[in-house]
């Protein structure tokens, strides 16, 4: 009764647009973070049009030998450590790509773009 089923021949592909959700998604349910920055990340000097795809705070560039590169800006709490914010990001992201779309991650570089006050913070 136990079958066994041979792989067909072919290759399974991740649209840029579904590592960017599963970014963006991991990305808001950090602690710390209020939401991604409005701003959408441009290639760096010298890089034009890289493979990948960006969103509004997020850059995802898709890299030769099948690796990703994030950029991520976010808008963080108040409350938050920035350092451990960014150092949990880093992780958390890397993380679920490797693990929800077997994507290798090269790097992912977060910055904190904003820290935004209500303005009770700022009352003695």
Known sequence: MDEQYEMPPGEVIIAPGVLVTIV??????QRGVLRLSPRTPSPGLGRIRPRGATAEGLRIDLLDDGSVAVEVHVIADPSARLQDLGKVLQSEIARALEHMAGTPVEAVNVFIDEVEFDGSELKS
């Open 24 to 29: 963006a998604m991991t990305a808001q349910a």
